[in-house]
């Protein structure tokens, strides 16, 4: 029976099997090329709407679909943990 590499053997062999090299490059392009065209008014002006939603306790998935085309996954992601923290798992 051949032997089956472990998932986990190396980041760059996890990388290459998950994604491949080109995947990740293309992605990093393209978000570096969504972030040249937007508004920068815009930007944060979502990330507010974001944050205020959050911290009122109002509905965040009408403000996230409404900045879909503002902000990006990480922007949205570090706006909540600005008011909600990060989440740890208590063990």
Known sequence: MP??????KSVDERWEVCNGWEAGKKS????RRFKERRDPQKVQAGIERLKKAASQGDNVFEVTMASVE?????EWTHALQEVYGMYRRKI
């Open 28 to 31: 990093g392009v393209a978000v």
């Open 3 to 8: 032997e089956i590499p472990h998932p986990l």
């Open 70 to 74: 503002e902000i990006t996954l990480d």
